[in-house]
């Protein structure tokens, strides 16, 4: 496992970009995530995992890391349970006490999905049915946590999150593409909840843009209520620098153009078409941009993208090298597809008896029956 992350790691200090850092842990196996997996195929069953790595382990294995690859300028490092329905009380109580000892964020999945809703409310009823309550008896619902997606949350969570200072880092993107729901966002903001933005990773939502992911927090909020509102331009750009700033305990430090802040910027080009005529910065970076309009990016007081090209990588050759794996990854992903198309109709029925349970919440728009 070192070896892969020193490869993501050296990745991320050539191209010079500012990471904070979280591999993911989980000691209760993958096929837990599917309703009623016992009834599943043994060679089903085999293939989404049925096995997982102690607790004491995975712990040890990130504390480890965190020597061998101190805090720098431009790394930094996060807890990261996978999410609460993977994790035992045992390896989350002791993502909190590494987060403590360490003064790290966390972050972890929380109801991204209906089947995650109905998880908490059939498997954590000693919890009152609530993952956010799960994490609390385990010491994690406080400033330092951040969950991330929050589809299918209620709004007593959101309110208990708020007074715990507990934020929550939306991914409108890939919940749209994955099907998952519409988050509440109204919601959040009536609670007080502190909200980031993300993008998920690429497969969830192709790419990594946070244009983007501001824009769709300005729609859905904007459908949310009928009533005439506040400008949403000003606030979601606070969510996405600030607030991911605080996400990842870099408050202070990150997130604002201001004396002693990290020189983190990036310079538009306001000859874009995207700013003709200029009218307001707020709502034209957010409703317009895409990020054809960034010309310059600087990190750490290093300048990392330089009339719209890389400076620290080769780009020619990058591509090359790209088009040169893909054949050989293409087969590769061709065969994988083949060997699991047996599971399909198995995963199709576990997804199906899920939508058939009852839950009191309802996280989809646009259709005349519920």
């Not at 382990?57 to 480890?64: G, H, R, V």
């Not at 880092?169 to 993300?198: I, T």
């Not at 606030?235 to 990290?262: D, F, M, Q």
């Not at 020189?263 to 000859?271: G, T």
Request: hydrophobic residues 45%; aromatic residues 6%.
């Amino acid at each position: 496992y070192e070896a892969y992350l020193d490869v993501v790691l050296a990745a991320y200090r050539d191209a010079g970009i500012r990471a904070v850092f979280s591999p993911m842990l989980a000691d209760i196996p993958a096929v837990n995530m599917v309703s009623r997996h016992d009834e599943l195929p043994p060679e089903v069953q085999e293939m989404l995992g049925t096995k997982a790595l102690a607790a004491k382990e995975q712990l040890d294995f990130l504390a480890a890391q965190f020597r061998r690859h101190p805090v720098g300028e431009r790394l930094h490092w996060a807890v990261a349970p996978f999410a609460p329905q993977r994790c035992t009380p045992q390896l989350l109580e002791g993502c909190a006490a590494l987060a403590e000892r360490h003064d790290l964020p966390v972050y972890t999945h929380v109801y991204e999905t209906r089947g995650q809703a109905l998880i908490a409310r059939q498997e954590f009823a000693r919890h009152g049915g609530s993952l956010i309550a799960y994490l609390d008896s385990a010491g994690l619902l406080g400033p330092r946590l951040n969950i991330v997606h929050s589809v299918w949350i209620a709004r007593a969570e959101m309110e208990r999150m708020a007074a715990a200072d507990a934020g929550i880092v939306l991914n409108h993107l890939s919940n749209f593409k994955l099907k998952s729901g519409v988050a509440p966002v109204l919601d959040m903001r009536e609670a007080g909840v502190r909200l980031g933005l993300g993008c998920d990773n690429c497969s969830g939502s192709d790419v990594q843009n946070m244009f983007q992911a501001m824009k769709m927090f300005c729609l859905i909020a904007a459908v949310s209520e009928p009533e005439p509102g506040q400008g949403l331009a000003h606030e979601v750009l606070r969510h996405a620098t600030l607030g991911n700033a605080r996400s990842a305990g870099l408050g202070g430090r990150l997130g604002a153009i201001r004396p002693g802040y990290k020189a983190d910027l990036i310079l538009i080009d306001l000859n874009d078409i995207g700013y003709l005529p200029f009218n307001s910065a707020a709502r034209q970076l957010v409703y317009t941009e895409t990020g054809r309009g960034v010309e310059t990016v600087i990190v750490d007081g290093r300048i990392v993208i330089k009339d719209r090209r890389a400076t620290t990588i080769d780009e020619t050759a990058l591509r090359r090298e790209s088009a040169g794996l893909m054949r050989h990854f293409i087969p590769d992903y061709e065969a994988v597809v083949k060997a699991r198309q047996s599971a399909l109709p198995h995963l199709l029925a576990a997804h199906r008896r899920v939508w058939q349970e009852a839950l009191p919440l309802h996280r989809f728009l646009g259709r005349t029956r519920d």
